[in-house]
């Protein structure tokens, strides 16, 4: 039972416009929530997090919202850039320091 | 180096033998963890550790072993090696549990 899913396994965008990723999740205890940014042959690097006292988190060209009661979150990257090419990972905080997975998806942005 | 390294970065070996993979950190984080990529899952946590001598079952932990002796490794140990272990490997550590730093990841191949 995947408790975080990126329902889009890729997603194709172009130069200059914005990329919307989204991430839904069926735990309505989880409280803080990231997003995550993965080259290929590199680990994840941390990108923006969010709590869920807030609906909206934002850090230069990256910003995520939250919607609690349809829970869902999504990350917006305004404008993209072609080295915004990478696999996102969003993710939630489960109990006992673990943190709850998406599969990830793959952002193509095109020149 | 500052950061957190993984070795081997790839590993062949044939199925029954025994594996470690080494993680070292060198910011003190006390928090670290084991993960697993697979293809169509998010990271799955195998372990982590939330100090030195303090270690704790993650999601998938069934035929792995952890230590932690110091707080700067993070040895992971596959006893027995099986085909369904192949996988990349990624070890992270944290200051805050949530925001992680990850190394570069170790593909293992079991044969």
């Known amino acids: 039972d995947q408790q975080v899913k990126q329902n889009s396994p890729s997603l194709s965008v172009q130069e200059g416009r914005i990329s919307i990723l989204n991430c839904d999740y069926t735990?309505?205890?989880?409280?803080?929530f990231l997003w995550y940014k993965k080259y290929p042959a590199e680990g994840p690097t941390f990108l923006i997090s969010?709590?869920?006292i807030k609906d909206k988190n934002e850090d230069g060209r990256f910003t995520v919202f939250l919607n609690k009661s349809a829970k869902h979150l999504s990350l917006h990257i305004v404008p993209s850039q072609p080295g915004d090419s990478a696999v996102y990972f969003c993710?939630?905080?489960?109990?006992?320091?673990?943190?709850?997975w998406g599969a990830g998806t793959k952002l193509i942005i095109k020149p | 180096d500052a950061g957190i390294t993984q070795s081997p970065r790839y590993k062949i070996t044939e199925t029954g033998r025994q594996v470690t993979l080494m993680c070292h950190q060198t910011?003190?984080?006390?928090?670290m963890f084991w993960y697993r990529q697979d293809l169509g899952h998010g990271l799955r946590l195998i372990y982590y550790?939330?100090?030195?001598?303090?270690?704790d079952k993650g999601e998938v932990p069934d035929g792995y072993v952890v230590s932690r002796s110091k707080t700067e490794n993070f040895p992971l140990t596959l006893e027995s090696a099986t085909r369904s272990q192949t996988s990349v490997y990624f070890c992270?550590?944290?200051?805050?549990?949530?925001?992680?730093?990850f190394g570069p990841g170790t593909r293992l191949t079991v044969t």
């Open positions: 993710a939630a905080d489960g109990n006992n320091y673990q943190l709850i």
């Open positions: 735990n309505s205890m989880f409280d803080y």
């Open positions: 969010i709590s869920s």
């Open positions: 910011w003190s984080h006390s928090y």
């Open positions: 550790s939330a100090a030195a001598d303090i270690t």
């Open positions: 992270a550590s944290s200051a805050q549990v949530y925001e992680q730093y």
